[in-house]
């Protein structure tokens, strides 16, 4: 429903994401969260969507290779996706990753990786996000909890803005507190906080 308070809410967000740093490019936009179950796929799905609408050539890629889910909520298949496509340069077809919504494309997680963190650190993955950068207007990367797993800040040196979900409620301060400082320590800082489930009734 795209006149709905949750379809503004994503406008919204798409267009705060657009004014935070209008003199510099942020094409590439990895989202993550401190723990998980704080929205983080949806979110950045809607994300994602929201870009698509405005006429962007749109990529969300799937980087959560431990819990991925964009490929049920999307209804499409887990394979091949960013495990093949970083083995095998032939599956590099990106018309193969178009969806029903205009301009949007997905790249799901794909086969089971037995090093997740391996792989998203490694050159391949970084050349890959270069490749693709090229390619797409506007690139979403959904990535693993920070302080489940260190995945999320193997892919933050290679994209131009980092966003964090805090769900109201739920995040607990120390959590949060502590996924600032695993940023920092990294030399990462967050362009801004995503806050989610917000009931202004409470």
Sequence with gaps: NPLSQGSEAYRRLRTNVDYSAPDSSR???????????????VISLNLAIANAQLGRKTLFIDADMRRPASHQLM???REPGLVDWLFDENM???????T???NLYLLPAGKAAPNPSELLGSRRMTELLAHLKVNF???IVDSPPLLSVSDALLIASSVDMVLQIVSCGETHWVAL???QEVLMDAGIVAAGFILNRFDSKR
């Design 27 to 41: 094409k590439m936009i990895l989202i993550t969260s401190a723990e998980p179950g704080e929205g983080k796929t």
């Design 75 to 77: 209804g499409i298949f």
């Design 92 to 98: 590099r077809n990106h018309e193969s990753l178009s």
């Design 100 to 102: 029903h919504v205009e």
């Design 137 to 139: 207007d506007t690139i």
């Design 177 to 179: 507190e502590r996924a």
